[in-house]
């Protein structure tokens, strides 16, 4: 079993930054991809940022210049770093994890209010 586990959200100011950690354990097999998704009230859950093992990110066009992606494989461990948020980057964010035999996994979620 593979548990992600995710730190790091809360209540930021517009133009104001926050950092989302996610850390995997368990018996992890070889990973295609780690990064992040995120939902908002009555919206689909959507990709926001993921690495590649072969080191490339890839973002949604709404994150592009904001938000970095950095991604430790060797550690299991991913890191948002998420700067000038706006309103509607509010969301719960997701940890993701795909692994090469097609397996997925979900961290339980961190909420992220941008708010005045």
């Keep these: 079993q593979v548990q992600l586990v995710e730190s790091g959200g809360g209540l930021v100011q517009p133009w104001g930054s926050l950092r989302l950690s996610c850390v995997a354990s368990g018996n992890i097999d070889s990973i295609f991809t780690m990064g992040w998704y995120r939902q908002a009230p009555g919206k689909q859950r959507e990709l926001a940022a993921e690495m590649f093992s072969t080191g490339s990110p890839n973002y ?4 592009v210049g904001r938000f970095t ?3 430790d494989f060797a550690k299991a461990t991913t890191y948002l770093q998420m700067n000038d948020l706006k309103p509607e980057d509010t969301a719960v964010y997701y940890c993701n994890l795909y ?6 996994y979900w961290g339980q979620g961190t909420q992220v209010t941008v708010s005045s």
């Design 99 to 104: 692994e090469k035999n097609g397996k997925e």
């Design 69 to 71: 992606v950095s991604t």
């Design 60 to 63: 949604a066009s709404s994150v």
